[in-house]
């Protein structure tokens, strides 16, 4: 399953709507914990975000929410590569996305 390109307009204050998936199906997140990292995508280097939390919208359907926590008229417009960790209840970990298609981070672009 292939993540889509998410667009967010630098000024904004909207959340970024996302949903996981698992082999194609739904990852379901009852009591878990998220959170997101963001960094550059041509090098890796420049990080934007780092371990910020992100909101369930629906445990059963993957569903989630990530509000910028840096003001949003101060965003750099470019390209972004994010990854979202997961800690379930057992405390095991899990990152998404991964193994998509040889694509291993979602592609966040503030326009």
Known sequence: MAYP????????????????????VPEILTGCVITIS???SRDHHTV?????????????????????????????????????QVTYPNTQVKTFPTNVTGKEFFCIQIV
Do not use: C
């Not at 390109?5 to 194609?24: C, I, T, V």
């Not at 909101?55 to 590569?81: C, E, M, Q, R």
């Open 38 to 40: 963001i960094w550059q």
């Open 5 to 24: 390109k998410y667009y967010h307009a630098r000024g904004d204050s909207e959340p970024l709507l996302m949903q996981l998936f698992r082999n194609g």
């Open 48 to 84: 934007l975000i780092s371990g910020d939390p992100v909101a369930i919208v629906d445990a059963a359907t993957g569903k989630v929410s990530y509000t910028f926590s840096v003001p949003a008229n101060t965003l750099p417009i470019g390209v972004y590569d994010a990854r979202l």
